[in-house]
């Protein structure tokens, strides 16, 4: 085993010492970008583990500014590789960890972890949300705090998404506020079910965020047409275009300006939340596909297909049907999945699908369009 990935406790205050020298200059740094208001009440020392929503990809490090102790985060494997990524995660003793399955090299590095005397960080969700509401938890997290039996503590990271919604490329300016209540104790004796319906309410954060904490910055519609893919008025697939703070239809003329809490507001003065249009645009989807369940539900652009850290499976057009995902080149099928082996898929940044078909992980890169789709119209078609 790598010497950083050794649970003992003389790496976890190797760990802590590396954190406390680059703390300070990082609220320097970060101070023109970003403030952190914070309360820690995670003692000083001993055991912990640390429950965060998962909001942006800087989640680690606006809770690193917030607390005291050093937190072990666990983290998706392929950030682990060569790189300054892979380094930083490597030199602040992140855990790396397979998605979306059971992984017992990670569970026992964590439970090494916690019996050196470390503070563990867990994202129960698994993936950052794209709405700002809190995302299903993880299966198997309930059944995880009843054996470890340590103080659990929940932080909530509020106005993150109107910081960095993850349809947008880059983040704002303004204010997060890092909420850590607990301890919490959990053991045997506690349900799995009741141990989860306590930590998704602890985690529940309001998506629009809170009004006295200021968010900054211009170019707010830049990447949302990555989640918002149809039209709020006319209901033109794939056809609205960025501009500034402005998204506009060219089927229909319709322009929405886009403030900092995702809110859209036509030229009429009249405002929709985000949350309410993604719902709408849904079900008007799924109306669309009950009315007519036969032929292509989706299909991509070119796409390009890799098995992930592997060779290239083939490039065409993606296609899904109600019972199978296929990727297709000049007419022809090159690769092709039921959707009973699909046991996993999600976004990773912009246009990138990650998919598990069977106990092989691909990745579809995307060039257009948008990616939110294809998740959740694939777990629609799935749990049918």
Avoid at 236 to 260: F, S, Y
């Amino acid at each position: 085993m790598s010497d950083w990935l050794t649970p003992t406790p003389e790496n976890a205050a190797l760990i802590t010492r590396r954190m406390n020298r680059i703390r300070p200059p990082a609220r320097v740094l970060l101070r023109p970008l970003i403030q952190v208001v914070a309360e820690d009440p995670i003692p000083e020392t001993g055991p912990a583990i640390l429950l965060c929503n998962h909001v942006t990809m800087m989640d680690p490090v606006l809770v690193g500014l917030a607390t005291r102790r050093a937190v072990h985060w666990m983290a998706t494997e392929t950030l682990f590789g060569p790189g300054v990524l892979g380094a930083a995660h490597k030199h602040l003793g992140a855990l790396p960890k397979v998605r979306f399955r059971p992984d017992m090299r990670a569970i026992r590095l964590l439970r090494g972890w916690i019996e050196a005397g470390a503070v563990v960080g867990i994202f129960p969700e698994g993936e950052r949300t794209w709405t700002g509401s809190l995302s299903p938890l993880q299966p198997g997290l309930g059944r995880l705090l009843r054996i470890l039996s340590v103080p659990v503590y929940t932080t909530r990271l509020v106005n993150a998404y109107r910081f960095w919604p993850r349809w947008s490329p880059r983040p704002r300016r303004g204010t997060i506020r890092v909420e850590i209540d607990g301890p919490l104790h959990f053991s045997r004796s506690d349900r799995p079910a009741d141990i989860e319906d306590t930590i998704a309410a602890a985690l529940q954060t309001e998506p629009t965020g809170a009004p006295e904490l200021t968010i900054r910055g211009g170019r707010r519609s830049l990447g949302l047409t990555n989640l918002l893919y149809a039209c709020p008025r006319c209901g033109e697939e794939e056809g609205l275009q960025e501009h500034g703070n402005t998204i506009h239809c060219p089927a229909c003329t319709g322009r929405w300006t886009v403030d900092t809490a995702s809110n859209l507001t036509d030229s009429d003065g009249v405002t929709t939340s985000l949350l309410a249009q993604l719902d709408r645009q849904q079900k008007q989807t799924i109306a669309l596909w009950e009315r007519h369940p036969g032929g292509d539900i989706l299909v991509s652009d070119e796409t390009e297909l890799a098995a992930v850290g592997g060779d290239a499976v083939g490039s065409g057009r993606l296609h899904l049907t109600p019972d199978a995902l296929s990727l297709r080149s000049a007419g022809e099928v090159c690769w092709k999945a039921p959707l009973s082996e699909i046991t996993h898929v999600s976004v990773e940044f912009q246009r990138v699908l990650e998919l598990r078909v069977r106990e092989r992980a691909l990745r579809a890169t995307l060039t257009k369009g948008s990616a939110w789709r294809w998740p959740w119209s694939l777990q629609w078609w799935v749990s049918r």
